[in-house]
């Protein structure tokens, strides 16, 4: 049975590391917001559902199942995949959450400035700004470069971290700590957040060996085959990151070289740093060692 008084979440990506992270911190937090788990697979739907977890089937390429998957559902977890998709995904979505009652929409945006250029991070900043336009009550959370990046796209090389932006430097954040952000700003909701943008950057808190090159080179690499995309980007997305790695090595980007507060304001503690992080995942790296 629902209980009316507690808040109905919808965490889209749920199969997802940071979904998952999500969903399991919002379980923890009895009382304040329940998960609702989605999928565009009926396969893992069904499985959830035999587990007596709640779950939905939606698939945002087809917005048919939005009505179904949104029916009693009050707030929104919004994580764009990594395609240029997102930006009709998320309109239809709005449209679709605006039309049965959801009150807030939490997005998982990027670091951005508001005037960006690289494409995916403009897409994200239209998407931000349909959803400003929209009914809905929304908070956005802008996370700098996941520190799980470490385990796939800038996975280590010989030991080395390949890095092709020369000295400039970047805000890292683990996903644990963007999980932790987003559960909680889903359960306190939009008497607390609506309207805010939490930005989410630590630094790294020690040194690590870095092959330190120019775009140039990175895409010299992709060129000759030694550096691929993730399977989960569209071309086009990839091809903007290598947009993000210029701007960032020619200074356009030194705004974000900011360590932020946000996780000790909204969580009460320490963001995870480097050294931690690494002791959680110290197998996977050494998996990358030669």
Do not use: C
């Amino acid at each position: 049975m629902w209980n009316a008084d507690i808040p109905r979440a919808l965490v889209l990506g749920a199969t997802g590391r940071t979904g998952a992270a999500v969903v399991k911190t919002l379980e923890a937090t009895a009382g304040q917001a329940v998960p609702v788990r989605a999928s565009r697979s009926k396969a893992t739907v069904e499985q959830w559902n035999e587990e007596g977890e709640e779950a939905v089937r939606i698939d945002l390429d087809d917005p048919d199942t939005f009505p179904g998957a949104l029916e009693g559902i009050d707030r929104v977890f919004l994580m764009p995949g990594y395609t240029s998709a997102m930006n009709h995904q998320t309109k239809t979505l709005v449209d679709a959450a605006e039309d049965a009652g959801v009150g807030f929409l939490v997005h998982l945006g990027v670091f951005s400035d508001g005037r960006s250029t690289d494409p995916h991070f403009a897409w994200h900043e239209l998407v931000e700004r349909y959803i400003a336009g929209s009914k809905l009550a929304w908070a956005n959370v802008h996370p700098h470069v996941f520190m799980e990046n470490l385990l796939g796209v800038n996975r280590l090389r010989d030991g080395q971290m390949v890095w092709p932006m020369g000295d400039k430097q970047v805000g890292w954040i683990a996903n644990d700590d963007i999980a932790a952000v987003v559960a909680k700003v889903l359960a306190e909701g939009p008497k607390t957040h609506a309207g805010e943008d939490h930005y989410l950057s630590a630094a790294l808190g020690r040194e690590i060996p870095a092959l330190v090159l120019t775009p140039d080179d990175l895409q010299r690499m992709i060129d000759a085959g030694l550096n691929t995309a993730p399977a989960n980007m569209d071309a086009t997305y990839a091809a903007s990151t290598l947009t993000w790695a210029r701007q960032n090595y020619e200074g356009r980007m030194d705004y974000s070289a900011v360590t932020t507060s946000t996780v000790q304001d909204l969580l009460g503690r320490e963001p995870i740093h480097l050294d931690s992080w690494a002791t959680t995942h110290r197998q996977e790296l050494l998996d990358q060692l030669p």
